[in-house]
């Protein structure tokens, strides 16, 4: 019902940064809820940055200052945008919205994210 195609993951040095980008098959004024969540091996799959309908952003402390979420509906996509990598921040991150029809949430398939000297 809800496509989400992401992309720009890769690998970044220290101090670098990465901007990830989420593809939505339908127009973010859908989704009720937008975010992303990372997962590091043998480790919970934790929520990092979120953006409402209301325009409302949230982040995990741990991204805070460094991350930003934003959406364009020109483009049905939502962004994050990550400066100061850290080594950290290595992890699958993935794309999550929830749509306001419904409440149902739907999951991108997750891009690789590795900060490494």
């Known amino acids: 019902q809800v496509q989400l195609v992401e992309s720009g993951g890769g690998l970044a040095q220290p101090g670098g940064s990465l901007r990830l980008s989420c593809a939505t098959s339908?127009?973010?004024?859908?989704?009720?809820?937008m975010g992303w969540y990372r997962q590091a091996p043998e480790k919970q799959r934790e929520l990092i940055a979120a953006?409402?309908?209301?325009?409302?952003?949230n982040y995990a402390d741990s991204v805070k200052g460094r991350f930003t979420i934003s959406k364009d509906n020109a483009k049905n996509t939502v962004y994050l945008q990550m400066l100061s990598l850290k080594p950290e921040d290595t992890a699958v991150y993935y794309c999550?919205?929830?749509?306001?029809?419904?409440?149902?949430?739907?999951w991108g398939q997750g891009t690789q994210v590795t900060v490494s000297s």
């Open positions: 999550n919205v929830v749509t306001a029809w419904s409440g149902r949430d739907y």
């Open positions: 339908r127009s973010i004024f859908n989704f009720d809820f």
């Open positions: 953006i409402r309908s209301s325009g409302t952003t």
